[in-house]
């Protein structure tokens, strides 16, 4: 329902919705959901495919074994599965209405999920000061694009984590919240799923060649 306020002296016409819109039903959210995640596999798919031809391809520079930290890779591959861990946590607490337990688990994944990408981070700047830059070899190229789509897809699932913590905290856990954690826990899942496929082909597949 929408409304004009009778603007005082001087004073703009304001436009604003009473109450919240109507949200769809939640299987069509949840179906709309999957395809999107369907699309997105499709991103990586590519993302992977151009890996396993460019991946080898160094022009007479660094490879895997010369750049990749195994140790330091697997510490962020553990922030994330525990990040994944804690969100199922959070879920748990989610259907048995613990909206402050719940809370509690959403807190934890966010700082999992922001380890994973310091981390991150980390490496793409130690590299990057080696003077292993995206611009080096086809297979930087690639490394960066592929590695880095993740983290950026993790950024924006952190984004969503704490709105959703907002909203948690202002209207609880109605039905509306619930589909979007539930949304959310798919996008986060479907990340863990892609970064094991990253670990395997791009860091373990690399040091054996």
């Not at 604003?16 to 596999?41: K, N, Q, R, V």
């Not at 310091?118 to 960066?144: D, K, N, V, W």
């Not at 609880?172 to 589909?179: D, K, S, V």
Request: one cysteine or more.
């Amino acid at each position: 329902m929408s409304t004009t306020t009778l603007p005082a002296a001087g004073e703009p016409v304001r436009f604003y919705d009473l109450e919240e819109h109507a949200h769809p039903e939640g299987h069509s959210t949840m179906l709309g959901f999957w395809i999107y995640l369907m699309s997105d596999c499709l991103i990586f798919a590519i993302l992977f495919a151009t890996y396993a031809v460019l991946g080898g391809n160094y022009a007479a520079g660094p490879g895997p074994r010369d750049l990749f930290d195994l140790d330091l890779v697997a510490l962020n591959t553990a922030m994330l599965l525990f990040s994944s861990l804690t969100y199922g946590m959070a879920m748990l607490a989610m259907q048995h209405g613990k909206l402050r337990a719940m809370q509690g688990w959403l807190v934890v994944t966010a700082l999992f999920g922001l380890a994973f990408l310091s981390i991150e981070m980390y490496e793409f700047a130690h590299l990057i000061h080696e003077g292993a830059t995206p611009q080096r070899s086809a297979f930087l190229s690639a490394f960066f694009t592929l590695v880095g789509t993740h983290g950026l897809h993790v950024t924006f699932g952190t984004i969503w984590l704490v709105t959703l913590l907002v909203q948690t905290s202002r209207h609880g856990l109605i039905p509306a919240n619930q589909r979007r954690l539930m949304c959310l826990s798919l996008f986060w899942h479907f990340l863990d799923v892609i970064w094991i496929g990253v670990f395997t082909i791009v860091y373990l597949m690399g040091m054996l060649r």
